[in-house]
Structure formats: structure tokens, C-alpha cells
């Protein structure tokens, strides 16, 4: 796995729990890529809910994963998600709701709801698809 001078790598698999989903949930609040892709699995693929595909966009390998991470905090700074609720769906598979604020740099306000449906492999986030509700009026 690339290494960053922040990066933790959990020593052991992690067994999938309300309580790791809560740990990522609160790294992705730091909005620290290196903290955030602690809880990755080497060959993580991340499908952000826009993009030019009809799975939003195909962002595969750790090291791309946290380039985008980490470009996008760039852009919106203060992004914060509220976590509304959490399902354990089974060893491998969760989802989590939520509520995404921010401002991004092009004066785009985000307050939206989403969900993230997860994978995990080796007790790390191996598969995250994110979808949202975009309000329109």
C-alpha cells in the first residue's frame, strides 16, 4: 500500500461493526485524506455519486482514491457529513445515511442527503458507492 507520513494501516483485520463504521465516519469530518484512507483496502475502488458514468465515476486504487479525497477537500474545505443512521447488512456489507454540508470553491452550497453502500475486504473499505439527493427548484 503507498505510504503517506500520516497513513495508518490497521495491524489486523478490522471485523465490520457499527463502531468502525462510526471511526470512518468521523475521519472523513477531518477531512485528512491520510486518516480517511487508513480504513482502505489497497485495491479500494471509490464510485463518488458524479461523474461522467452512470455509476458517477470510477476512482480504482488506494493511491487515486486519495488523490481525489484529498482534491476535493481542497475545493470544499468545510464539507461535514451528519451521520443519520447505520446498517450492518452482513461480515462484509454496510450502509450509512447521512447529510452532506459545505461550500465548495465555486460558491456551490451542498446540503444533501445521501447514503453510501460499502464493501469491505480484509476488514478495510474495499467497494464505497456514494448516492445523493440533489434538490432542485
Known sequence: M??????KVPAKPR???IALLDEIHDAFNTRDADQIMAYFHPETTFYPALGPEPVGRTVRGWAAVHKFLADRFKVIPD???E???RYVCDANRAVTVWMVTGKAADGTVLNYKGCDLWEFRDGLVYNKDTFWKIVQK
Open 2 to 7: 503507498p505510504a503517506t507520513s500520516a497513513a
Open 15 to 17: 471485523e465490520l461493526s
Open 79 to 81: 464539507m461535514h457529513w
Open 83 to 85: 451521520t443519520l443512521d
